[in-house]
Each structure stands twice: as C-alpha cells, then as structure tokens.
C-alpha cells in the first residue's frame, strides 16, 4: 500500500467493513470505521441490515479467508454456539426425483445469525490499535480539494456536521452506496 496512506476512512461496518478495516489496520496509522446505525454491544440484528434474521454460514473457502484474517474465528463462533458441519451428511435436499441419502463430502460449513458473525468481528476490529468505530453517524458525502481527489468525508449525528480528513475513504456502506455523484459519493463498479 502507498505509504502515504495513513489515516483510512471506511463508510459501513457490515461484513465488507470490517473486512476492510482489518486489512487497512495492518498498513495505516488509523482507521476510522463510521456507521449510520447504533451498534448493538451484543449479538442483536441491526436496522439497516435487512438480512439481519436470515441463517448465515461460512463454507470452506469463506471460512479459510476470514481465519487468515481473524485467527480462531471458527472456534470462537463455534463457543458461541455456531455448529461446523458436514455439507452432504447436513444438508437435506429435495430433488425431482427424491431426496439423496446423506453423504460426507468433506466440505465444512458453520452456520450461525449475521448478528453473531458481525459482533465476534465488530469486537476483533475494534480490539485493533489503529481501528475506532463510530456508530450513529452518517456520512453526507466526500471531501475533495480538487475534482477527483478525494480528502475525506462530511459527516452528521444528532450534534450536527462536521468532517473527517483521510488520505483513503472506502465505501462498504452496502445498497445506499448507488447514489448519484451530486450527493456526494462516487457509483460503486461491481
């Protein structure tokens, strides 16, 4: 990464935020982690995260990722109560012509709620030196000092506007990053 690269600002603290603020404390003095919702101090569904109810899992190649990143991830879910299990002995499929008996495939999976993952991750980032997270607070649009550059971004709470000066903003705010380029955010290209 660019030395030059010291403070990072990432909008959203879902699953694409924490990720992205775990790899940005590795290289950056400090990472700003803002967050429109009140984050919950437990394991409990969030307002802006809809899916927030479903069942969640990690499959193998999800789960080997983020124990790169969060060493003992696994485990600790699984102290949480998120079960690891086989994909053919626990998954129960019904097809056109019957439901197949159960079959080991040696493919892990660990299921748990959104709610738990985000928490167990919220904690470990946060645990982070250079990391802060910043609930309740929500971002009005960038900052730039020329056309293109961008220098941080304009912010708002209940006390009112203010801004904060990055040297990297990344968007993880989810579906509310689709906004047009007049309020202040740059289209995502997926």
């Known amino acids: 990464m660019d030395t030059d690269v010291r403070h990072a ?7 694409a935020g924490l990720a992205a603020a775990r790899v940005l404390a590795d290289s950056c003095e400090v990472v700003t982690v803002i967050e429109r919702d009140a984050l919950p101090s437990a394991s409990a569904p969030r307002a802006g995260v809809p899916q927030g109810h479903h069942v969640h ?14 060493p003992g991830l696994r485990a600790e879910l699984e102290q949480a109560g998120a079960p690891v299990w086989d994909w053919g002995e626990g998954l129960c499929a019904v097809l056109p012509n019957g439901t197949p008996p159960p079959t080991p495939m040696g493919m892990p999976i660990q299921t748990f709620s959104r709610p738990l993952l985000e928490h167990v991750l919220r904690q470990r ?15 009005t649009g960038l900052r730039t000092a020329t056309p293109g ?35 202040g955010y740059v289209r995502c290209v997926r």
């Open 57 to 70: 899992g990690l499959l193998a190649l999800g789960a080997e990722v983020f124990e790169g990143y969060f």
């Open 9 to 15: 600002v990432v909008i959203g603290a879902g699953m």
């Open 125 to 139: 980032v946060t645990a982070l030196e250079p990391v802060t997270l910043r609930g309740e607070l929500t971002v």
């Open 149 to 183: 550059k961008v220098t941080g971004v304009r912010v708002k709470d209940g006390d009112g506007e203010d801004e904060i000066a990055a040297d990297l903003v990344v968007d993880a705010s989810g579906r509310s990053s689709y906004r047009k380029l007049t309020t």
